[in-house]
Nanobody, 118 residues
Framework: QVQLVESGGGLAQPGGSLSVSCSAS????????MGWYRQAPGKQRELVAT???????DYGPSVEGRFTVARDNGKKTISLQMNDLKPDDTAIYYC????????????WGQGTQVTVSS
């Protein structure tokens, strides 16, 4: 089992910045993939960003160029720096991980709220 605990988020004005972080724990020595998804009210959960243990990143089209994902493999943590925030970025942000390359099983955190409003 893997537990994911998010921190950060909150309220920001349009054009502002926020960051969220996530820490993984459990009976694992390494994690292949870590990332962030988000879900806004009435919308489907969508990709924000993922990063593999080798450093390969993938960003959702609506955040590319504004958000930056980073991870510490040794500490099993991941962070997301969000710049130039827009009201459409308002959502619950979920941390996710996929420990094994050859197993599609994912784990999810409880989520943290990000609100962008003036």
């Amino acid at each position: 089992q893997v537990q994911l605990v998010e921190s950060g988020g909150g309220l920001a004005q349009p054009g502002g910045s926020l960051s969220v972080s996530c820490s993984a724990s459990g009976s694992i020595s390494s994690i292949y993939l870590m990332g962030w998804y988000r879900q806004a009210p009435g919308k489907q959960r969508e990709l924000v960003a993922t990063v593999t243990s080798g450093g390969t990143t993938d960003y959702g089209p609506s955040v590319e160029g504004r958000f930056t994902v980073a991870r510490d493999n040794g500490k099993k943590t991941i962070s997301l720096q969000m710049n130039d925030l827009k009201p459409d970025d308002t959502a619950i942000y979920y941390c996710t991980c996929r420990p094994l390359f050859n197993n599609p099983r994912r784990y999810w955190g409880q989520g943290t709220q990000v609100t962008v409003s003036s």
